[in-house]
């Protein structure tokens, strides 16, 4: 299944808003990223930005679930999106 490249960043966009609605691990996505609180506000409608909290929501299945149970979207959407947005750089050999 393929998504686009609008379609990925909407999903960017919805992960980040369902992050910033979890405080618990905003503030893990935070400190592991380095991005304030500002950079949200700022950096939302950037590709690259929107990568890393896709990549960040990926690290964890169960962020991944609880993600796509509450917006309906199916278990690899986030993933594909992630790779969608970030291009050939994406590219995973295992």
């Not at 609008?6 to 979890?22: D, K, R």
């Not at 500002?38 to 930005?49: C, E, I, P, R, V």
């Not at 964890?60 to 291009?87: H, K, N, S």
């Amino acid at each position: 299944m393929s998504i686009s490249r609008e379609a990925s960043e909407t999903l960017g966009l919805q992960a980040l808003t369902w992050l910033v609605g979890n405080d618990d691990l905003l503030h893990v996505f935070l400190g592991a990223s380095g991005a304030s609180v500002d950079d949200l506000k700022t950096q939302a409608g950037n590709s690259d930005f929107l990568v890393s909290v896709l990549d960040f929501l990926t690290m964890d299945d169960a962020w991944v679930m609880a993600f796509c149970d509450e917006t309906g979207r199916a278990y690899t959407d986030p993933m594909i999106a992630a790779q969608v947005l970030g291009g050939t750089s994406k590219t995973h050999w295992t």
